[in-house]
């Protein structure tokens, strides 16, 4: 079965400063990949995703990520963070052949001025 | 341009009694999904419907049941609440069951004293 890690609970920049958010998966192929972003009290909005092809997927708001298949890893970056970018953002990993999405625990980012 | 929508938005019941989440989407979509979210566990699958007239088992589907009414309604019931089952419950949908983006609803929090 697919799992997902996200190793940080919680993260606070400044504003300006770059972001990353780590996001590592246990699969045994390549899975279909996501990062979502959840606004308090609200639902969750899809940023990006990786199926196959270019291993760096460009999503919405200006938010990268890259698929390192040696690492397992699916990290989402942002070179410099707007106060709006406050929010809690979830890694899911999904099987191929697969109907489930798989969600990490979460990382709560919190943007200081 | 409604999407997702969940009613109800909040709920508060006593262990044993019963109630029912509605969800509806006007998308089209063929895929349905009911989350739980609990902090720090990100969000689990209880139920899912990949097409109109199935539904099948996610992570947690122990004390709900779901009915897929018809293509775009999917409800999750509560026969006997218990105060675990007290979290913030999402309704999603996507095009197809295995690829694209979930959209999801806003959120129906439950508490169960």
């Known amino acids: 079965a697919q799992s997902v890690t996200q190793p940080d609970i919680h993260i606070t920049v400044s504003e300006g400063a770059s972001l990353e958010l780590r996001c590592n998966y246990s699969?045994?192929?390549?899975?279909?990949l996501f990062w979502y972003v959840q606004s308090p009290g609200q639902g969750l909005q899809l940023l990006l995703k990786y199926f196959s092809g270019d291993t760096l997927v460009q999503g919405i708001k200006g938010f990268e990520a890259e698929f390192k298949r040696s690492q397992s890893s699916f990290n989402l970056r942002k070179p410099s963070v707007h106060w709006s970018d406050a929010a809690e953002y979830f890694c899911?990993?999904?099987?191929?052949?697969?109907?489930?999405?798989?969600f990490g625990g979460g990382t709560r980012l919190m943007v200081k001025p | 341009n409604a999407g997702v929508t969940q009613t109800p938005k909040f709920q508060v019941l006593k262990t044993g009694q019963s109630m029912t989440l509605q969800c509806a989407q006007d998308m089209n979509h063929n895929s349905m999904y009911w989350y739980r979210q609990d902090p720090g566990m990100g969000l689990r699958l209880i139920y899912y419907s990949a097409s109109e007239g199935t539904t099948d088992k996610g992570e947690v589907p122990n004390g709900y049941n779901v009915s897929r009414l018809n293509k775009r309604e999917f409800s999750l019931r509560l026969e006997s609440a218990a105060p675990s089952q007290t979290s913030v419950y999402f309704c999603?949908?996507?095009?197809?069951?295995?690829?694209?983006?979930?959209?999801f609803g806003e959120g129906s929090r439950l508490t169960v004293l």
């Open positions: 899911a990993v999904q099987a191929n052949a697969g109907n489930m999405l798989t």
């Open positions: 999603a949908s996507r095009r197809t069951p295995n690829t694209g983006e979930l959209f």
């Open positions: 699969y045994g192929a390549t899975p279909y």
